[in-house]
């Protein structure tokens, strides 16, 4: 289940938002999954998170995606965990380059369990 949810979020990036992180890490945490993904930034965005107008420029950006998108995405996580998604919560660092995506679930899936690149 860990290696599907990393493999739907990569695909996510990939196609939605043109381009995939250059690692992601599934954790399953009882009713949610956890999603860290690192390497997210294009070279564009880095630039312009170099002041803090661009900072929120990229946030937005990104958020405004990820609200477009939503609906196929949580799809796709209620279809591989076989449970309702009921929220998706998401930030981005864009001093680091990382994204966190949180599922919330209708149901309990169990303990945490982490899954993706060592």
């Known amino acids: 289940m860990h290696n ?9 990036e990939q196609d939605f938002l043109g ?5 992601v890490r599934a954790f399953i945490i009882r009713d949610m999954v956890v999603v ?9 965005e880095r630039q312009l998170a170099k002041n803090a ?5 990229v946030k937005r950006m990104r958020q405004n995606l990820i609200a477009q998108g939503r609906d196929n995405l949580c799809s796709e996580i209620a279809n591989i965990t076989g449970v309702k998604v009921t929220g998706l919560f998401t930030d981005i660092d864009t001093q680091i ?3 966190v995506m949180v ?12 899954s993706g690149n060592p």
């Not at 599907?4 to 996510?12: D, E, M, Y």
């Not at 860290?36 to 564009?44: D, S």
């Open 4 to 12: 599907a949810i990393r493999q739907a979020v990569i695909k996510f």
């Open 19 to 23: 381009r995939g992180p250059t690692d």
């Open 36 to 44: 860290r993904l690192k390497g997210v930034l294009t070279q564009a």
């Open 53 to 57: 107008d661009g900072v929120e420029m």
């Open 97 to 99: 380059g990382e994204r």
């Open 103 to 114: 599922f919330t679930l209708d149901q309990d899936l169990g303990a945490i369990q982490p």
